[in-house]
């Protein structure tokens, strides 16, 4: 490991002393599913985790979008009889792709939008997710996958997370890789929520980030904005000060690992659908982000650097970075509301996550393998 710091790295080690680790932990996967967003519940599966259900979110589409991705990709690999899929709140908490859009005009536009992206069917008919407009309408042409067979099961996501933890006090993660919505209406509707949970784990949360933004392509630009958070500012306040036991934020370092061509060719070697659409569809423009959040909790080895600070997410809409993050030292913090301290991952063992993600392509876990 290299800390810089014996700061750092005494963060580092309280961070590695809260991680989860062991085949115990259950989870709970919160994402904004896609044709190749699979991977990080093959991670959890491999790992030996116990992946209680699926919830959809409105992030890069809407959340009943997302949520038939989830399905979908369950039942690719024969996971859908075992793994429930709950769809999640179709809208932020205030914010709507009309008032997104009026930020824009003040604050400049994001590289990516998301669900919030102007509504466009020509795209959608070609292969597009769907963006502004209804959010109940599907784009079948999107699911490249294969459109699912099965439903949705019926109850709400957020009444569905507080039950599991319940359940389960003490030994749900809940990893959110995409809106914050379902866990703060989680965390409104049940003070204990939170604290019964075993933890949380974001993909999402970049600081120090605009000259990135500014001195690089577009592209660059996209991989340093804060989309997963922006989309529901005040969601993501919630979700981020609530008083989970821990909070771990994979920002930055979500950006550490890229594909490559001949990675994708190595993984392709062992031929079943997850490693064709793997193959086919994930590319090499962008990194692992969804996949080294969900790497950074299972193992405590995994994480090679971390710090740790107060966090609070900029709510106001006058902000040019409205929905991202400001992290504060404890003699510095605002004391006029309730913060909380988070584990900021630095760095993560990329050649241990490349290795992981093909073994969890190439021999996915199926529902018999569960019982």
């Known amino acids: 490991m290299k800390f810089p710091s014996p700061t750092l790295a005494a963060a ?46 409105t992030s890069n589409s809407w959340a009943l ?18 793994i429930p899929v709950y769809k999640g709140a179709d809208y932020p908490l205030l914010n709507t792709p009309e008032l997104f859009q ?29 963006t502004s407009g209804d959010p109940n309408r599907v784009a079948q042409a999107a699911f490249l996958e294969g459109y699912p067979n099965g439903t949705l099961t019926g109850e709400y996501a957020a009444a569905w997370m507080i039950e599991q933890v319940h359940k389960y006090p003490g030994e749900v993660m809940i990893y959110a890789a995409g809106g914050m919505t379902n866990v703060a209406l ?3 509707m049940d003070p204990e929520f939170a604290k019964l ?11 120090d980030v605009n000259l990135l933004q500014v001195t690089g392509s577009v592209n660059q630009a996209d991989m340093n904005s804060d989309i997963n958070l922006m989309i529901d500012p005040e969601g993501s306040k919630i979700a981020l000060t609530a008083d989970f036991p821990n909070i771990t934020i994979v920002g930055n370092a979500a950006n550490q690992v890229m594909p490559t061509q001949a990675y994708w060719d190595e993984v392709y070697q062992v031929k079943n659908p ?41 709510t106001a809409w006058s902000s040019p970075t409205y929905g991202n993050i400001h992290g504060y030292q404890e003699a510095l913090m605002p004391t006029a509301q309730k913060l909380q301290k988070v584990n900021y991952v630095l760095e993560v063992d990329s ?19 569960l019982c």
């Open 65 to 82: 979008q997302t949520s038939l991705h989830g399905l979908a990709t369950l039942e690719v690999g024969n996971l859908s009889s075992c």
């Open 351 to 369: 050649t241990k996550l490349l290795a992981e993600i093909k073994q969890s392509l190439q021999y996915p876990k199926t529902c018999a393998d």
């Open 197 to 207: 949970a075993k933890g949380l784990v974001i993909m999402g949360g970049y600081i």
């Open 102 to 130: 009026a930020w824009e005009e003040v604050h400049g536009v994001l590289p990516w939008q998301g669900a919030f992206a102007p509504e466009n069917l020509t795209e959608e008919a070609a292969g597009a997710d769907p």
């Open 274 to 314: 997850y490693t064709s659409l793997a193959y086919n569809y994930y590319g090499t423009t962008f990194a692992f982000w969804d996949e080294t959040a969900m790497f950074a909790v299972l193992d405590p080895a995994n994480v090679l650097n971390s710090t740790s600070f107060y966090l609070d997410v900029d």
């Open 186 to 188: 989680a965390v409104r």
């Open 12 to 57: 580092a080690a309280s961070f590695l002393s809260l991680v989860p680790v062991g085949s115990a932990t259950k989870v709970i996967l919160d994402n904004d599913w896609s044709t190749a967003g699979f991977i990080p519940f093959l991670l959890a599966l491999n790992a030996g985790w116990d992946v209680l259900g699926l919830v959809g979110d």
